[in-house]
């Protein structure tokens, strides 16, 4: 069973408006963390933002928040004031057993942003 | 300058060929991983190692092998490539106490 998805392959939007990409997940696990990462054209990966299973308040970094609703299990990023640097591809991640500190990582299949001026 | 380098960064070989894909970080992390991209499919880790000696598979570990005796470098070995292993190859490595990972630049291979 996928335990990341991203529904959306790809999305548009207009230049200064806010998107939200959405991200749902699946885990038993009851210590867990949610990341998304940038790749531009350009092919490397870049952190964006972090929330913890446990952690009360949304995570946000700058025009990135990230939308935890958990007993909806979803974790939506959402870009306020979009620039045409956002373009790229988009991934929703996962890490669990966060509290034994395991190193596995489980990516979604990503959704390719294409903010148009 | 705090980076993940890997080399090569792009290959093209045939099937059959050993290769193997070196890995190192500069940041003294103590946990290094290995992904590959392919279209459609997103990430998925091939090996991970939390420390010095200790590595684990990750969800697509066949085909692969890897190796950790030093902190900073941990390499990826393709015994007997196939034509299926081609891919877009991430090492990455974090501080146990850090949620970032950081990510080299990719290794781009083709198996023939």
């Known amino acids: 069973a996928q335990k990341i998805t991203q529904t959306q392959p790809g999305m548009f939007v207009q230049e200064k408006e806010a998107v939200t990409l959405d991200c749902t997940y699946d885990t038993s696990d009851p210590s867990y963390g949610l990341f998304w990462y940038k790749q531009p054209s350009s092919g490397e990966m870049i952190f964006l933002i972090y929330?913890?299973?446990?952690?009360?308040q949304n995570a946000t970094e700058g025009r990135y928040s990230l939308n935890f609703q958990k007993a909806r299990k979803s974790a939506n990023l959402v870009i306020s004031a979009s620039q045409l640097g956002d373009s790229a591809m988009y991934f929703c991640a996962m890490r669990e057993g966060q509290a034994s500190g395991t190193y596995k990582y489980i990516f979604g299949t990503g959704t390719r942003l294409k903010v148009l001026a | 300058e705090a980076q993940v380098t890997q080399n090569p960064r792009y290959l093209i070989t045939v099937t059959g060929k050993k290769l193997t894909v070196t890995c190192s970080q500069n940041?003294?992390?103590?946990?290094m991983s290995w992904y590959r991209q392919d279209p459609g499919l997103g990430l998925r880790q091939i090996y991970y190692s939390m420390n010095v000696e200790v590595t684990d598979k990750g969800d697509v570990p066949e085909g692969y092998k890897v190796s950790r005796k030093e902190k900073r470098n941990f390499p990826l070995i393709l015994e007997s490539p196939s034509p299926n292993q081609t891919s877009l190859y991430f090492c990455a490595s974090r501080a146990p106490s850090y949620n970032e990972q950081f990510f080299g630049p990719g290794t781009r291979l083709t198996v023939l």
């Open positions: 940041m003294n992390h103590e946990y």
């Open positions: 929330q913890g299973s446990y952690d009360q």
